[in-house]
């Protein structure tokens, strides 16, 4: 029986299918009020504020995920943590308007019932958290121009010691050429693969070899002073870009908490 009358509705299902004739219909357009009633904007408002909301929770995930392992007084991973909180404190601003947005809509604009004081204390913990960030990225900015320094000096440590160990090489290199006293050690010395010339003297070898050899120094100190200018500019490049975004971050946060103090009274 059961079988029988699902079958029954199924046939008139596809028979009513096939006398439809209107199927432009859907694609007609229809009054607002027809998808839209008169809850629909409020409704559809306290979404931005929920988005506003989760919004600042995943960004302020981040920014703890950012930070962990602590690394405090190393000043490359200070600069690194700074640099990616800095990549994302600009979604709170994007979470603070949606919030302000949703508010405001929704209780000036539709006015369909009284704020709810659950909201409120939401509100105002947001607020606290936009200015515990504001006072950090204020903090920021001295930091990045101290840890600036210090990676500097780093940088130019690493490429002094790289250098020095190429002179070094070098230098023992050009020592044990001077004690080479005829060909055959100097052949010894180059290796077997080594091509000396038929017919050239100790002396004339020797002298091209030194040549070559001053010419490698001068290469590797070239080469370490060029090392030193570019990372000092893509560092500085980095900071300064850092610390614009902290001062500009500290203020803009601070702006729109100090504005929205009495927002609510």
Known sequence: MVIGGLMKQARRKVQRFFKYKNFSAPFSPRPVDWAINSLAPPRLISILGCFGYLLALINLIDFVYAAIPLQVQNPLWELATINLMLANVWF?????????????????????????????????????????????????????????????????????????????????????????????????????????????????????LQADLRSRQDQVAQQAQTARRERKFALLKSSSRNFLAALVAAFGLGFMVWNTRKIFL
């Not at 504001?134 to 990676?151: E, F, G, K, W, Y």
Request: aromatic share 8%.
């Open 92 to 208: 709170f601003f994007v979470a603070f308007s949606l919030i302000l947005v949703s508010y405001v809509l929704r209780y000036r604009l539709y006015r369909q019932s009284d704020i709810q004081g659950w909201e409120l204390i939401l509100f105002r913990g947001f607020r606290w958290l936009a200015v515990l960030i504001s006072v950090l990225c204020l903090l920021m900015a001295p930091l990045i121009l101290v840890d600036t320094q210090r990676v500097n000096l780093i940088n130019n440590l690493q490429i002094d010691e790289a250098s020095k160990g190429q002179l070094a090489q070098l230098t023992e290199a050009e020592r044990r050429l001077g004690e080479v006293s005829d060909l055959s050690q100097l052949r010894g010395l180059l290796g077997q693969n080594a091509s000396i010339p038929e017919g050239s003297s100790l002396a004339d070898q020797k002298a091209r």
